[in-house]
């Protein structure tokens, strides 16, 4: 099985920047791609950003397009969610999750693990 932790979420204000983490243990695998998700109160957990095992292909979100970076460090097993000029509607939970292949990573049924998710709320 594969553990991920997620660190980083706090409350800032619109405009500032953020960075989130996603540490994975266990049973990884270098062909797993990873993706974050977020979700608020009353709607659909949705796609954020997704990056695939080997880091060469990142997919977005088209509102958070040119604000926010997806990254890998394979060393520490770790990825990296950049964020920046956030905004009011970025407040949500955060979820990253792991174990999916590169062409479905947009695809939130198809990842198997998942982290228990970290707060980021965005006050205007």
């Known amino acids: 099985q594969v553990q991920l932790v997620e660190s980083g979420g706090r409350r800032v204000q619109a405009g500032d920047s953020l960075i989130l983490s996603c540490a994975a243990s266990?049973?990884?695998?270098?062909?797993?791609?990873t993706g974050w998700f977020r979700q608020v109160p009353g709607k659909e957990r949705e796609f954020v950003a997704g990056i695939s095992g080997g880091g060469s292909v990142t997919q977005y979100r088209d509102s958070v397009k040119g604000r926010f970076t997806i990254s890998r460090d394979g060393a520490k097993n770790t990825v990296s969610l950049q964020m920046s000029d956030l905004k009011p509607e970025d407040t949500a939970i955060y979820y990253c999750?792991?174990?999916?292949?590169?062409?479905?990573?947009?695809?939130?049924?198809?990842?198997?693990?998942w982290g228990q998710g970290t707060q980021v709320t965005v006050s205007s």
């Open positions: 999750a792991t174990g999916t292949a590169a062409q479905a990573m947009r695809i939130m049924k198809s990842y198997p693990y």
């Open positions: 266990g049973r990884t695998h270098i062909s797993f791609a």
